[in-house]
């Protein structure tokens, strides 16, 4: 008496099948014989707190789970990280064509997010586009996520896919590595050489006698130092458009110019740079100098993160037979800075 | 067979979906203040490269220790050179700690800028202490849902002005063009002659002008040899008065010519004459001949002497006087 029935054909009879049942053996029939285990466990019943054993068909699908990435701050950037995807399990290299997906979290993946496999930046959710080769993840130079916050701590995990074989679980967590905060100094010296003054600046200009141009014995200093990315610049502008006397009423206006042609005027000329361009509009050699009216002018600027970063300028001067005596002009050049973030 | 398909379909796409894209780094943003000195009302400058595709509405400038002013102004002039102003820019507002900037919809990759002004009650913002500041600046949309964001550093420091002083000495220049002038004619009792002149070129930045006086030394054309003179004529009357011919007459006439500069030059009313037969008298104390009530350069004052006398004056080449002339300036 049969009391359950096998599938069966002409040519062969399965005695049996089952999954998650424990598998059967001797499976024959007149030409055919086999022996055949078809089954899996629940993928969660070996998981603790502190270990994951892989089980089941689901697991033996799935791509390698890739060991822990290598996260680091080379450059103290302040809004993004180097990520080096290591292409290992289990002590073996994964196969060139294993593709890679990762999530971030700057709370240890209370939150997580991901990272685009368009442009390194964060995304809420990932798609199949966001996996990459290690190859197009930058070897073993990695590369940089882009668009984090500064001043956190970030984590970072990866999970593979390759062949047709499923994503991995999430590999084991990578080290926290902080991102820095933006950051911007800047300092100012008056001096006629390259050392630290305090406030309050004044650069004093010996006596205009008409027609001879007076440069400034003391040099106007700034100090940048900057992470921002796109660097940042040094600006320059005036209170009075020149040097003013109230005494008088009168007033030598600032000029951009060759003061040795012309009859008077004031204006600034740049004298030294060091990690910093100066702004071509107060390049000159000679008296020719640079106006500063009451427009905010660059002065000095870098394209990058500086350190260091130093430069000076001159300010000269020259009165005519119409420029009345007083000895009160005076002019207040504010020199401030902004970083490009 | 299907089942187990069925299981592997399902974990992989466990964790796929569409990937929006969240609030990013805009691709530059700069924030300038005017002043970074401490204590300071400070306008402001925003740089802004959008990175995020989004309908903004609004610009939000988050300060973490700046003084926001309640009465914002938003403006587009004076922009850097790659940027352009802030499209649809409307009305500004300063509340707590941030200021939000109406505008509308933003293109990526597009440089924006604009400037919050201080020149009205509430503008601006006000610096805070010495030191390092996160600002922030935001794009939001209609929800007010951030489309891109950028964490700035704000940098204050004690001090941002180099006072630059200057001292215009007082100058000034007073030149004689000779120190002899002679007749051009032989004196005659019937006409008046007059000498070449001597110019007295003046330039001075003194702001209130210049003044020159003139002394005659014998207040006569003297001849030693004749031992007779021919006295100079007139009074010091504020005018010029005109030589008659046949009696002793000896003046001084002053012309000018002003150089540029600031004020008006005159010859003094006493010795304005005619240029050939009129002047002012001499007299043994300095007297004003000439002033300028600004700062000049190039100033030219012609001084001449017109004489005649009686027909019974002694014969003699040496009849002379001597003048000391002299100029300071107004400062």
């Not at chain 2, 002004?117 to 390092?132: D, E, I, Q």
């Not at chain 2, 006569?220 to 011919?245: D, F, H, Q, R, Y």
Request: with cysteine; proline share 4%.
């Amino acid at each position: 008496m049969t009391l359950l029935a096998f599938p069966a054909g002409s040519s062969y009879k399965l005695e049996g099948y089952t999954f998650g049942g424990g598998g059967i053996n001797g499976g024959t029939s007149p030409n055919y014989q086999y022996q055949a285990r078809v089954g899996q466990l629940d993928n969660n019943m070996m998981v603790g707190s502190s270990f994951s054993l892989g089980a089941g068909l689901a697991f033996e699908r799935q791509s390698p789970t890739p060991i822990s990435p290598t996260l680091s701050n080379p450059g103290s950037y302040y809004n993004k990280l180097k990520l080096v995807v290591n292409n290992e399990s289990g002590g073996s290299t994964l196969p060139p064509d294993t593709k890679y997906v990762m999530a971030i979290s700057d709370d240890d993946f209370v939150t997580t997010k991901y990272i685009s496999g368009t442009d390194h930046s964060l995304v809420d959710s990932y798609g199949i586009a966001d996996y990459q080769t290690f190859l197009q993840l930058g070897d073993t130079g990695g590369f940089d996520i882009l668009g984090l916050d500064p001043g956190k701590t970030y984590k970072v995990k990866v999970r593979s896919m390759q062949g047709s074989f499923s994503e991995s679980a999430w590999g084991p967590i990578s080290d926290g590595v902080a991102t820095a905060n933006p950051t911007l100094t800047f300092d100012i010296d008056v001096s006629a050489s390259d050392v630290a003054t305090t406030p309050p600046y004044v650069v004093a200009l010996s006596s205009l006698y008409p027609g001879s141009v007076v440069t400034s014995d003391e040099k106007v200093w700034v100090s940048v130092d900057t992470n921002a990315a796109a660097g940042g610049s040094v600006f320059v502008y005036g209170q009075n458009a020149g040097l003013k006397s109230l005494a008088v009423g009168y007033t030598i206006a600032s000029v951009s110019g060759d003061l040795s042609n012309l009859d008077n005027g004031f204006g600034v000329q740049v004298s030294s740079v060091s990690q910093l361009t100066a702004d071509a509009f107060y390049i000159g050699s000679g008296d020719i100098v640079g106006l500063t009216d009451t427009l905010v002018r660059q002065i000095f600027y870098v394209n990058g993160p500086v350190t260091s970063g130093r430069g000076s300028f001159l300010v000269k001067a020259k009165s005519d037979n119409d420029t009345p005596a007083a000895g009160d002009y005076t002019e207040a050049l504010t020199v401030i800075v902004a970083a490009n973030y | 067979m299907s089942g187990f398909l069925g299981v592997v379909v399902l974990v992989v796409l466990m964790g796929m979906s569409v990937n929006p894209v969240l609030a990013a780094s805009f691709t530059k943003a700069v924030l300038r203040y005017d002043r970074i000195m401490t204590g300071k009302l400070s306008g402001l400058q925003v740089v802004i490269v959008p990175l995020t595709v989004g309908t903004e509405t609004k610009v939000k400038l988050v300060f973490a220790s700046a003084t926001v002013g309640t009465g914002q102004s938003a403006t587009t002039t004076s922009l850097p050179t790659n940027a352009i102003a802030l499209p649809g820019i409307g009305a500004a507002v300063g509340a707590g700690t941030s200021i939000t900037v109406v505008c509308t919809d933003l293109t990526v990759g597009t440089t924006y800028a604009f400037n919050l002004l201080t020149v009205g009650t509430g503008m601006g913002v006000t610096t805070p202490a010495a030191g390092a500041y996160l600002d922030t600046i935001s794009t939001l949309d209609a929800g007010d849902s951030t489309v891109d964001t950028t964490t700035v550093t704000s940098r204050i420091i004690s001090n941002d002005q180099v006072v630059i002083t200057a001292n215009v000495p007082p100058t000034f220049t007073f030149t004689l063009s000779g120190n002899t002038d002679a007749f051009t004619t032989d004196l005659a009792s019937d006409s008046v002659s007059s000498t070449n002149g001597i110019s007295v070129a003046v330039t001075t930045n003194a702001a209130k002008g210049w003044t020159g006086w003139i002394k005659s030394l014998n207040q006569a054309l003297t001849s030693v040899v004749a031992g007779e003179s021919i006295g100079t004529s007139g009074t010091i009357n504020g005018a010029a008065e005109p030589c008659a011919v046949g009696t002793d007459c000896y003046v001084l006439d002053v012309g000018v010519t002003s150089g540029t500069g600031g004020g008006t030059l005159t010859a003094d009313a006493e010795y304005g004459g005619d240029g050939s037969t009129t002047g002012g008298t001499f007299t043994s104390v300095f007297q004003p001949f000439a002033a300028r009530t600004g700062k000049t350069n190039g100033d030219t004052v012609w001084l001449r002497a017109h004489a005649t006398m009686v027909a019974t004056k002694a014969a003699a080449n040496d009849y002379t006087d001597t003048w000391t002339v002299v100029g300071a300036g107004n400062f």
